[in-house]
C-alpha cells in the first residue's frame, strides 16, 4: 500500500471512531411510546404523523395530496396504533384536518401542536382564536413561533411570547416554544425561561440542518440539560434520505438527542412503513 492510500485509510478509520454513535436502548424503542414533554409533562407519542411536507401559503403536500378528509384518515389510522400525536400548522392550511380528525377521537385522547407566524401582540391573539375554532377545540396542547431564525428571537418576539405566556395561565395553551431554523436561534433556545419545547432539524446526514449534525448535538444537549423538551425534524432530510430511512430513523429513536420526532406521511401505508421500521431499527444489538 503506498502513503497516499495509507494516509486515506487512516482518516477514514479516525473519522469513523470520531462519530458519536448511538448507545442502543435497553429496550426496543417503538412509534407508540409515550413521552412526557418539556416542564408541563405533556404527554405526546414518540413519533408525531406531521403534515408540513412542503409546506408553505396555507397549504402543504399532505392537504395537496389527501385534502383534509385524508389526512383526518392518516391521523386516525395512526390513533389507532397508538400514535396520537398530531403536528400542524397555520401555514400548512391543515387546522380543518384537525377539526374532521376530532370528530372520530376524543380530544383528550390526542396531543395537538401548531405554529404560529404572528408579528405583533394582536396577530398572536387573533391566532390563538382563530386556530381554536379552525380546529374545533378548547385548548391548544403546545404552540410554536414558527421558523425561528434571528439570534435575539426572545426580545423580538416578546409581545407575542407575552401573549402566549398569558394564554398558558388562561389553560387556553399548555406549552410554549419555537421552531428553530438557525444555530443562533437554537443557542438562545436552550437558555431561554420561556420556552418549553423546541422543534429542530436533525438527522445523521446533516441534510436540510442549520448545519452538521456534530455542530447541533450540543447544543440540544444543553437544551435537554435545561430541562426543555425537544422534538426532531427533518429526520428523514425531506425525503432526501429516502435511501438511508433505517439509518436516519435508527438515530432518531436511539441517539437520545430529542424526546419525540415529527414525520410528515402522505398515505396510510407510508405510516405503517415507518411505524413497522421505527420498532426494527431500534432494537438493541
Known amino acids: 500500500m503506498n502513503r497516499r492510500k495509507f494516509l486515506q485509510r487512516s482518516l477514514a478509520a479516525g473519522a469513523l471512531m470520531a462519530w458519536p454513535m448511538p448507545a442502543w436502548p435497553a429496550e426496543v424503542r417503538r412509534a407508540s411510546d409515550v413521552i412526557e414533554l418539556g416542564p408541563a409533562k405533556v404527554k405526546v407519542s414518540r413519533m408525531a404523523i406531521g403534515s408540513g411536507t412542503f409546506g408553505g401559503g396555507r397549504s402543504s403536500n399532505q392537504m395537496r395530496k389527501l385534502g383534509a378528509d385524508g389526512l383526518a384518515d392518516v391521523w386516525w389510522n395512526g390513533y389507532d396504533q397508538g400514535v396520537f400525536f ?65 439570534p435575539k428571537w426572545d426580545e423580538v418576539n416578546k409581545p407575542q411570547m407575552d401573549v402566549l405566556s398569558e394564554a398558558k395561565e388562561k389553560k387556553l395553551v399548555r406549552s410554549v416554544g419555537i421552531s428553530g431554523h438557525s444555530v443562533e436561534a437554537l443557542k438562545i433556545a436552550a437558555k431561554c425561561p420561556w420556552l418549553d419545547i423546541c422543534l429542530t432539524r436533525i438527522n445523521p446526514a446533516g441534510v436540510r440542518m442549520d448545519a452538521p449534525t456534530e455542530t447541533i448535538l450540543p447544543i440540544l444537549a444543553e437544551m435537554k440539560a435545561n430541562g426543555k423538551g425537544i422534538m426532531g425534524m427533518k429526520i428523514l432530510g425531506e425525503g432526501q434520505l429516502a435511501e438511508r430511512v433505517d439509518e436516519a430513523l435508527r438515530f432518531a429513536v436511539t441517539k437520545d438527542a430529542v424526546h419525540c420526532f415529527t414525520i410528515g406521511c402522505e398515505s396510510r401505508t407510508e405510516f405503517q412503513d415507518n411505524f413497522a421500521r421505527i420498532a426494527k431499527v431500534s432494537q438493541p444489538h
Open 86 to 150: 398530531w403536528d400542524t400548522a397555520d401555514t400548512y392550511g391543515s387546522h380543518d384536518a384537525i377539526k374532521i380528525a376530532l370528530k372520530k377521537v376524543p380530544r383528550e385522547k390526542v396531543t395537538i401542536l401548531t405554529k404560529t407566524e404572528a408579528r405583533n401582540a394582536a396577530q398572536m391573539k387573533a391566532d390563538l382564536d382563530r386556530f381554536r375554532q379552525e380546529m374545533g377545540t378548547d385548548y391548544i396542547d403546545i404552540i410554536l413561533l414558527h421558523s425561528v431564525m434571528v
